[in-house]
Every structure is written in structure tokens, then in C-alpha cells.
């Protein structure tokens, strides 16, 4: 009788667990009950990170597994709260996103970027619902409870109103860069590298053709740009200083000042490689007046990101706590070390 309460009372100290039961091995976390395996964490590793780790040591490629999966309990987390408060992605929901997703593509190129990140159909399909629950779920808990009044945008640029005099004009610049090094980080849509110098001539040539023809400077750059900074944002380097430009090549800033406003450069040759640049705005110098509707929809976009991150933070404290979790992948690596003394 002794013995049960005291397996009882410790079951109660480590959260549940019993005095005998220990996680399969092949587990290495579980959230309410629910395991992640070993498995789980590799192929989503894998699947979101590729061959990027291929000159990682073993030390930091376990750091980087031990990151990655604290995300992926974090993600279980919401998605568990998203079921409870029915809000998974249906199937058309998911059948939607992934014909969106495939649009911009051929079915042969659209397999080869499957094939590249080692997934199948069924795999993809399952990360979209996952997305597309943990949206719906910061949607109706977080988003739908941020307001943001006339006055909090009049209060934000009345504290910061040195911040929107422009000392000096600005230019907003998006580009398409194509490199001739195999840079493993390059992540574009179309998961298309230049690999020499002749194969990134040709390349940027194709891209101003198809730029002379009508396409969309936002797409090319997505679906072809080498910059991993700027890629999946469609090329956008946002907003710089004239004297930003001279500093980095008076050249190029010459070139770029004498552009129009949505003009498109000629290709460009630098020490990176071949690029195409797009003038999206130019704005001079002085003070940008709060009735200008730019401003005020600048503020309301960072006011609302400022609000969503910091909700968003609470909820996933406030959830983690809520949590029953077991890391067992943290526990074995301080075990190993700890044999190792």
C-alpha cells in the first residue's frame, strides 16, 4: 500500500508519469499524451530545411533539431487548441491552398520541387492543414481582438513625428539577383540555381525577356531570384537613403536615380553577379504630414504587428503552460553528457 502511494505521489511530481513507464524510444517528445518520434522531427527537418545542413557539424545540427523541435511541439500545441475549438482546415480548405500553391508551375516542375525538399503530395498536404489550423486558430484568438483607433495612429505619429521627416530623398528598390556560385541557402519557388557563369548570363537574359514581355517583377524575382534575403518577398529591399547608395557604388546609385518611378533597369553586372532592379517609389526629403494616407496606413500596419507579436506571445506562454509536455530529446542529450563526465 506504501509503495502505490509513494509511485502516486511521485506520478503527481513528474507530471503524470508513472513510477515505470518510460517514452518509447523512438519518441522524442510528447505534448497531452501525444508523441513526436524521432522520425517526425528528421522528415520535418528535412522538409524545411533540405541540404542547407549538409557542412553543419554534428554539435550545431543538434542544436538546430533541438530548435526545430520546440517549434514542432509548439506547433502541436496550437493545433491540438485548434481542434478543441473546431477550427482544423477542411479539405477544400487545403485542396484550395495547394491548387494556389501549384498555379505558377508546370506538373513536372511542380514534382521536381516536391522531389528537391522530399516530400510527396501527401506530405505537402499535411503541413498546409497544419498552417492553415494554427491561422485559423490566431485569427479567432488573436487577430479578431486587435483594434486600432484613428486616435492610437494620430497618438503613434505625434510620439515618433521626427521619425517621418525624411532628412534626405529615399528610394524604394526591389531586385532580382542571379548568382554563379551554388549557394545551398538560395530557397526561391522554383528551386533554380545558376551554377556558372554562363548559366547565370543566360538566366538573368531569360528573366529580362520574360520582364520585357509583360510579367510580373514580384513573381520572377519569387519563383527565380538567387538573393535568400529578398526572394520570397518578390525582390523588395525596401526604402534607402540616396547617400546609402553612393556609399555602396556610385555607379549604381547614378543608374538608379535615373529611373522612374515602377521603372525597370537594364541587367546589371556586379561583383555578386547579374542583377535587375525595379524604382517601386521615390519620395523626397521633409516631413511626411499625418492626413498623407500612407502614413497613416504605415502606422496601422505596424501597430497591428506590434500588437500581433506581442499577443501572439502570450498565447503561446499562456498555451505551453496549459501544456503537458515531455522533451525527451533534451533529456537524452543531457544524459549523454552527463555519461561522457
Do not use: W
Not at 501525444?34 to 524545411?48: G, H, M
Not at 487548441?81 to 480548405?93: M, N, Q, R, V
Request: with cysteine; glycine share 6%; hydrophobic share 40%.
Amino acid at each position: 500500500m506504501k509503495n502505490a502511494l509513494l509511485c502516486a505521489s511521485i506520478g503527481v511530481l513528474l507530471l503524470g508519469s508513472s513510477c515505470n513507464r518510460k517514452p518509447s524510444p523512438d519518441v522524442a517528445a510528447t505534448v497531452n499524451d501525444k508523441p513526436i518520434t524521432y522520425a517526425d522531427l528528421d522528415k520535418q527537418f528535412a522538409f524545411q530545411f533540405g541540404g542547407a545542413t549538409d557542412r553543419t557539424s554534428d554539435d550545431q545540427l543538434t542544436i538546430q533539431k533541438l530548435e526545430f523541435l520546440r517549434v514542432l511541439i509548439d506547433n502541436e500545441i496550437m493545433l491540438q487548441k485548434a481542434e478543441k475549438l473546431g477550427l482544423l482546415a477542411t479539405d477544400s480548405d487545403v485542396d484550395a491552398k495547394l491548387n494556389e500553391m501549384k498555379a505558377p508551375y508546370t506538373q513536372e516542375e511542380f514534382q521536381k520541387h516536391l522531389t528537391a525538399r522530399k516530400m510527396s503530395v501527401d506530405d505537402l498536404k499535411g503541413q498546409i492543414r497544419r498552417e492553415l489550423s494554427i491561422e485559423k486558430l490566431f485569427n479567432k484568438e488573436i487577430r479578431s481582438l486587435i483594434n486600432i483607433t484613428d486616435q492610437d495612429i494620430k497618438d503613434y505619429y505625434n510620439a515618433n513625428k521626427a521619425n517621418f521627416n525624411l532628412p534626405e530623398p529615399q528610394v524604394h528598390l526591389a531586385q532580382i539577383l542571379v548568382t554563379p556560385i551554388d549557394d545551398p541557402t538560395v530557397r526561391n519557388l522554383k528551386n533554380d540555381k545558376a551554377k556558372t557563369e554562363a548559366q547565370a548570363q543566360a538566366k538573368i537574359i531569360m528573366i529580362e525577356q520574360r520582364l520585357k514581355g509583360g510579367e510580373d517583377f514580384g513573381t520572377l524575382a519569387t519563383n527565380f531570384s538567387e538573393d535568400p534575403q529578398t526572394a520570397a518577398n518578390g525582390g523588395d529591399l525596401g526604402f534607402m537613403g540616396e547617400s546609402t547608395l553612393d556609399k555602396a557604388n556610385p555607379e549604381l546609385r547614378k543608374l538608379i536615380m535615373s529611373l522612374q518611378a515602377g521603372a525597370v533597369s537594364s541587367i546589371i553586372k556586379t561583383q555578386e553577379g547579374f542583377r535587375i532592379l525595379k524604382v517601386i517609389a521615390k519620395e523626397p526629403a521633409g516631413q511626411r504630414d499625418l492626413n498623407d494616407p500612407r502614413v497613416q496606413q504605415g502606422i496601422r500596419e505596424g501597430l497591428v504587428t506590434r500588437k500581433d507579436q506581442l499577443a501572439k506571445a502570450a498565447f503561446y506562454e499562456t498555451a505551453r503552460n496549459d501544456a503537458k509536455v515531455g522533451n525527451y530529446f533534451s533529456q537524452k542529450i543531457m544524459a549523454n553528457l552527463a555519461a561522457k563526465k
